[in-house]
């Protein structure tokens, strides 16, 4: 393995600076690529790849330069981590995959934990997915078992064997949504390096990767420089009882390993394993075409600890794209013939104490008595319901509510029509959608960004899954009530800041195009199938194959 895989990138990063065609694909024809990048930026919005587009000069400037579709859509109103890297590789709506939010409900589950989080194996006995208040604290098994539709990978595998599916992020549910359950090598960062699915054991690349991160992680780190176009967006922002953001360039004393997750550090770890891995394994140098997943997390966290418009995201921006431009430089380095392809799971907002000072006075934080504990308690006591439990349960403000099965079926409707009623007449929810009229509803076609909310809705909606009934908040409403627990911006809206995304590919030679007209991530598997000849039956995906020649003839045949 060449030394740049694991020491020179790790001193940079720590010391600073289903059904297809049936023929043989073992042998791959030469207009077909050799590998198969497919690179999620969580929370990487169509709004920051406007706004930082220009100031470009690496990974992303080259993407930049290629296919672009700056109106992508995750077209579904559940726009979290899970959901939205479920559609990514399978080119089927999140509802459709089962994978109706990061977490959910199941009263019907064994376990007193009764939240299920979308990578986990809730069948395995003496698990927990861990108090909702405090997620990812669990004890759980991930898995890709809750994903009902294959991924392309998976695909690619069913005819060439010989093809390996890889993938490796910053989040297991990332890696394992791109992945599928048919992943030869899946990584995810856990604790101070990273891990894998359980009974596997850690390639030798990762190994000495882990290891050299574990010796540097908890030294101090100095600050980011500021780059010159970064510079206007240092300005302090109070938040919370005497905290601020806005003017952090990522500076960690020593022992602070547990927030190097909330900088490009992190981004730089992830990016040192997927090339560690494209080395160890050789991929696109066989015979056959691989697929080799990213999953680049530190937008998301950064997102969520100090907003979007402050001057971490920009020094995160322009670290992003100088550690995407090294690592196709690398990839150019060896010679192999690959396709780019990079999208977002979802968008994001900014935090509310920012942005009412930049022209949006309406945005707030949402009440917090909004949430099924509180609004429980009144529906009971309205119905004169009696005992201990519950009986309206769920994981946030938005999104899924489950009534009790303790309750009879009568009480279970009251329970419901009250609580619909009481939380429709707040003055922060845009809609209460029921979840019979949402299973009533066509899965909605068409241009995304012209569909009502329930068919946004429908999109990540399944019947077995998904709640009684599901909330929606207004535009600009922070589903964060307090900035106590560290985050002070998040998504999960039904609205386009938080489902468009930019769809972006490259390749060698790529005639360059920007189709401004909206597409969908649904459209990604179906538009890299055909690169690779993986024919994903009509039946069998939400999205349409992307013609992305740019000239006489059609990807897409």
Not at 84 to 102: D, E, L, P, W
Not at 251 to 279: C, E, K, W, Y
């Amino acid at each position: 393995m060449r030394k740049s895989t694991i020491v020179t990138a790790l001193t940079a990063l720590i010391t600073f600076s289903g059904t297809a065609n049936a023929e043989d694909h073992s042998e791959t024809k030469k207009s077909q690529p050799k590998l198969v990048v497919a690179i999620s930026v969580d929370q990487f919005s169509a709004d920051l790849f406007s706004e930082y587009r220009s100031s470009f000069t690496g990974g992303l400037k080259r993407l930049a330069n290629g296919v672009v579709f700056p109106s992508g859509y995750q077209s579904h109103a559940a726009t979290e981590t899970c959901p939205g890297h479920a559609t990514i590789m399978t080119g089927v709506h999140s509802g459709r995959a089962g994978i109706i939010a990061n977490n959910w409900i199941d009263l019907s589950i064994e376990r007193d934990d009764k939240t299920v989080y979308c990578a986990e194996d809730e069948r395995i006995e003496g698990t927990s997915f861990g108090d909702i208040t405090a997620p990812m604290q669990g004890d759980y098994v991930a898995s890709a078992w809750h994903l009902l539709v294959p991924t392309l990978g998976e695909r690619l595998q069913k005819i060439s064997p010989k093809s390996r599916n890889v993938a490796v992020a910053g989040k297991d549910r990332s890696a394992l949504m791109m992945g599928g359950k048919g992943v030869d090598d899946v990584y995810w960062w856990k604790g101070k390096g990273f891990a894998t699915l359980k009974g596997r054991n850690i390639s030798p690349s990762l190994t000495a990767l882990n290891k050299s991160i574990g010796e540097k992680i908890d030294r101090a780190r100095p600050a980011y420089a500021t780059p010159a176009h970064c510079a206007s967006r240092s300005a302090k922002i109070m938040h919370g009882d005497g905290k601020s953001v806005g003017d952090y360039a990522f500076q960690r004393p020593d022992g602070a390993a547990r927030i190097f997750r909330l900088s490009p550090d992190f981004d730089h770890a992830v990016i040192a394993a997927a090339t560690a891995m494209f080395d160890e394994l050789k991929l696109g140098r066989g015979e056959a075409t691989d697929i080799l997943s990213i999953g680049l997390s530190a937008t998301d966290y950064i997102g969520h600890a100090f907003g979007t418009e402050g001057l971490e995201m920009c020094i995160q921006m322009s670290e992003l794209d100088r550690s995407l431009g090294e690592f196709f430089d690398i990839l150019d380095g060896t010679g192999v013939d690959y396709t780019v392809m990079l999208t977002a799971d979802h968008g994001g907002l900014d935090l509310p104490e920012r942005m009412s000072l930049q022209g949006m006075p309406s945005a707030e934080r949402v009440d917090a008595n909004l949430n099924a504990k509180t609004i429980g308690k009144k529906v009971a006591e309205t119905l004169q319901l009696t005992g201990d439990k519950p009986v309206l349960h769920a994981d946030a403000p938005f999104g899924d509510y489950y009534v009790s099965l303790d309750l009879t079926d009568k009480q279970r409707t009251q329970v419901k029509d009250s609580a619909m009623a009481l939380i429709a007449a707040h003055s922060q929810v845009e809609a209460v959608l029921d979840h019979d009229d949402l299973a009533a509803i066509a899965v909605p076609k068409g241009s995304p960004e012209e569909w009502t909310l329930a068919q946004r809705a429908r999109a990540s909606f399944h019947p077995d899954r998904s709640g009684d009934f599901i909330v929606l908040l207004k535009k600009a409403i922070t589903p964060i009530p307090t900035t106590d627990r560290g985050y002070v911006a998040t998504h999960g809206s039904p609205w386009d800041y938080d489902r468009r995304v930019p769809i972006l590919f490259w390749q060698k030679g790529i005639q360059s195009f920007e189709q401004p007209l909206s597409v969908m991530t649904v459209d990604i598997a179906p538009t890299l199938g055909a690169l690779i000849g993986v024919t994903i039956p009509d039946e069998e995906t939400d999205g349409t194959c992307l013609d992305i020649d740019g000239g006489a003839a059609n990807s897409c045949d």
